[in-house]
Structures are given as C-alpha cells and as structure tokens.
C-alpha cells in the first residue's frame, strides 16, 4: 500500500482510516462536557441557593448550627474540588474508589466521567453563581420578599433569572474549559477526543498530522459552542419591543416601541 | 370578646446595628384608614423604622402586633407580608418580568390565585395607577415615575390591608414627583391604611390624618398635620421643619 508524502495527504488518509474514530471521540467529549456542564450547573444552583439561607432572630439554635455546618461542608467541597487537579481527581474517583469497593467494577466508564467532570464544575459553578447572586441589587431579593415570597421562590423567580443571565459569559467559559479539559480524563481510558486521536497517532506514528485534526475539531467545538451561547444570552435578554395597548374599543391605537438592542 | 380595634400595634420597638442604635423605643399604634406620614431629618430613623415593620431589618427588640397577634409569630411570614405591603424608594420592580409579570407573580406563588384571575386583578390595579397600556413592557423601559405606579400596582394586587411607603418619590426627577403623589392621594381617598415616609411635606400636610416626627431614633412628636405643621409643640421639630419648609 501507497502511504502519503504530504501533510495533507496524511490528513486525507488518517480522516478516511480513523474518520470514525475521531467521530466516536467528538461524540464522547461533546456528551461528557456538555452533560457536566450542565450538572455542575444545577450543582452550583443548589449549592449557592443553600448558602444564602436567611437567618433572623427567631431563627432556632439547631437550625442555625445545621446551617453553620451546612456552610463548612459547602466550603469544604468548593476548596478540594477548586484546589486540586481534575486529572488526580479522576484517578482518586476511578481508581481509589474502585479499590476502595465505593463503586461496582462494571460501572461504565462514561458514567465516572460525567461524574468526576460534574462534581469539579460544581465548585467552580458555585462561585460563579454566588458572584452572579451579588450582582443582582439587593432590592430585588427585598421587593420579592415584602410580598411575602420565601427564600427559595424568591431566589427561583427573582434573583437568580437574573443572577444567571449576568453569569453567561463565565458559563460559556466553563463549558468550552469543560470541551478541552476533558482530555485529561484519558488517564482512566475514557474514549473522548484525546484519547482517540492518541490511538490514532500511534498506528502510523503521525503526530502532527492526527493532532493538527484533532485541534481543528476542538476548535470547531468551542467556536459553535460559543457562538450557540450568544444566541441564548440574547434570548434571554427578553424582546427589544413592546406595545403600549390601546383602548379596549379601538386597538388600532396600539403604538409599539423599538429599542435600539445594544451589543454587549 | 371585643375585636382588637388596631391594624398595627408597635411596642417598643429597638433597632441597633452592631453598637449603634438607630431606633430607641418606639411605640405606636395604627388603625384602620389611617394615613401616617413620617418625617423627619435623614438618619433619623425613618425607613429603619419601615423596613422594621415589614421585617426586612430584623428589630433588635420589642413587638409588632398585627390585628392584635404578633406578627413574628403569630402571623405566617408569607401571611403577613402579603398583608403588610411595601413600596420602595428604588421601586425595586423585578426586572426579568414583563409589567404585568410583576403584578402576577407574588398572587400566583404566595397567595395561590390562577394566572387568569391574577391577570384580571393586576390589569384591573395597573388602570387604576394608569399604567395598564405598558403591560407588556419591561422595567428597564420605563420612566421613574412609572416604575413606581407600577410598583404600587404590584403592591396592591396582593390585596394589602396597609401599605408602606419607603420614600416613594425621592428617587424620582422632580417632573414625575407629582404623577406618583396622585396615586398615592387616591388611595388615601379610597381609605387604604398607608404609612409613608416621606420628605414630601405638603403631601403629609394635605393627605396625612397623622404625622409622626422622627429625630435620632426617637418619636420626638405624633400629632395631626395642623398641629404639627402649624403649632410644634417640640424646638427641634420647629427646627426642622422650618428648614425644609423655607427652601
């Protein structure tokens, strides 16, 4: 068999030998990042939510101690899945749970790294969403409360709406970190991109060649996925128009105003 | 037995943050149809005393009767707060939802209404205050001074047997100052009980049937609008008001 003299004779053969490999490895990454990221994401909404827990005076004694220890807990868990390397988290969660009998031999590895790439995103989510929660004014949280709203419905239909459209932008950052940094979940064999494009390399020993494809499709990846998150931002934005409503009788007095939709 | 003839009872009621003290003792009582002023020099006290009331500030001591049952524990929080409403100098509008949003969301999620029965009450609170037409708009496409008869709309919607006005025109251009003022004097009309802070002195003098002086925590005079306007019996509320009646 003919092999190829040039860099893009080599691409063509490698995308037709291991077209499916690259495939089943976009596949991978795609759902493992995008499902943690999503996790992660209501991980760091519920984490957050938890930690503004409102005390007051009549507030009892164990309930404030729950509370308190609740909170070290939370802190806890930012810290260590903050501070330490999503490649050794990984290699603690598979392979020391194993040993340890915490999961069963036979849990798909797909599963355990969903798992590992959630729990890392929830302790940055959370942060995120706590910044996200100052910046929403605190009258907000205040008007939906002087009509009598309780912490969590206040903080569902009030604040954090707007805390998360604040926070887009750092979401969008989590998730193309999560698209690439998913990579080093290779350490535990799962067959995302990395992985893949690896045991594409290897047969022919042509590196450059399977690893300038294979930054082509992460960035693909990350450029569609942030572009498919401006279009979200803007939705979110609500509509530039509205109609001041005419009288009940005569709707043709309907006027309806346009605002100028600012970039940004 | 004889039905508590007071809408709002407070009793010594004390405010400190950390080592200061913002509200020393205060007492008083409200009844049905009142409409209280209260004024006074800022820092004095005034909307400490409010948020107080509607316990967005936890009071530091004392009691707050509501119908005569304590409205900390006595009361469901919810309850209360969809009794007691409050209208705030920065409006405050949520401002993820529409105009009309905003008058529908806290009597479908604390008061249970269907959204079309709470569509109908919030369209039918948003004519009164003028602004049924912008109901589809959101807040951020509003003046000051609509935002703020929207937010008295929302307020109302949760059927309120007295509400509480946090300064409702300082953060308003002087052009608009009148347009939420004639909300408010309509209501007072339509025999709400509403206890205002406000700087807006001719309007306590017109529309209040009592007016509270507040100086450095204190109730320093209570009495009608004639009496304290026209004869104070207090040097300092003479003081203050000549200061703010002669700019």
């Known amino acids: 068999m003919q092999l190829p003299s040039s860099f893009f004779g080599w691409v063509g053969f490698l995308l037709e030998k291991y077209g499916n490999l690259f495939l089943l490895g976009t596949g991978m990454t795609l759902l493992i990042s995008l499902t943690g990221t999503v996790i992660g994401f209501v991980i760091g909404l519920i984490v957050a939510t938890l930690r503004t827990i409102p005390v007051n005076r009549r507030t009892p004694g164990t309930v404030r101690a729950l509370k308190a220890l609740l909170n070290v807990l939370l802190n806890l868990y930012i810290e260590v899945f903050r501070g330490t390397p999503m490649i050794v988290q990984a290699m603690v969660i598979y392979y020391g749970a194993m040993q340890a009998g915490l999961i069963a031999r036979g849990t798909p590895i797909p599963v355990v790294a969903i798992f590992i790439v959630s729990i890392n995103t929830g302790a940055y989510m959370a942060e995120i969403i706590r910044g996200g929660i100052i910046s929403v004014d605190k009258g907000q949280k205040e008007a939906a409360q002087a009509i009598g709203m309780t912490h969590w419905q206040s903080m569902v239909s009030v604040v954090l709406p707007q805390a998360v459209r604040n926070i887009m932008p750092s979401i969008g950052n989590e998730f193309v970190v999560n698209i690439k940094d998913s990579s080093v979940l290779n350490v535990i064999a799962v067959s995302e991109l990395f992985f893949m494009s690896k045991s594409a390399a290897g047969a022919y020993l042509r590196y450059f060649e399977v690893f300038a494809i294979t930054a082509v499709i992460y960035l693909i990846l990350t450029f569609t996925v942030t572009r498919i998150l401006r279009l979200i931002e803007r939705k979110m934005d609500g509509s530039a128009t509205y109609t001041i409503l005419g009288s009940q009788t005569f709707s043709q007095s309907a006027i309806t105003i346009r605002e100028e939709k600012k970039e940004g | ?247």
């Open chain 2, 1 to 247: 037995m004889q039905e508590p003839s007071y809408v709002l009872e407070i009793s010594h009621l004390n405010k400190c943050f950390g080592t200061h003290e913002v509200l020393t003792d205060i007492s008083f009582t409200v009844q049905t149809g009142d409409v209280t002023c209260i004024i006074g020099a800022s820092g004095s006290g005034k909307s400490t005393l409010l948020r107080c009331i509607n316990f967005l500030e936890d009071p530091t001591a004392g009691q707050i009767l509501f119908h005569g049952r304590d409205a900390e524990t006595q009361w469901k929080r919810a309850e209360y707060h969809a009794k007691v409403g409050m209208v705030f100098q920065s409006f405050n509008l949520f401002n993820n939802m529409t105009v009309l949003d905003n008058c529908v969301a806290g009597q479908v999620k604390v008061l249970g209404r269907d959204r079309k029965t709470a569509v109908q009450k919030s369209v039918q609170y948003l004519d009164k205050v003028g602004m049924a037409p912008y109901q589809n708009a959101r807040p951020a496409q509003l003046s000051g001074g609509q935002k703020q008869r929207v937010a008295i709309a929302r307020a109302l919607a949760m059927d309120p047997e007295v509400l509480l006005f946090d300064e409702p025109t300082s953060a308003l251009d002087p052009e608009m100052v009148g347009e939420v003022l004639a909300v408010m004097r309509d209501l007072a009309q339509g025999g709400l009980t509403m206890l205002i802070v406000t700087h807006e002195m001719s309007f306590a003098r017109d529309v209040a049937n009592r007016v509270i002086f507040m100086d450095q925590g204190l109730i320093a005079e209570d009495g009608a609008p004639s009496e304290i306007f026209t004869q104070p019996k207090q040097a300092r509320t003479r003081e203050f008001l000549s200061r703010v009646l002669n700019r």
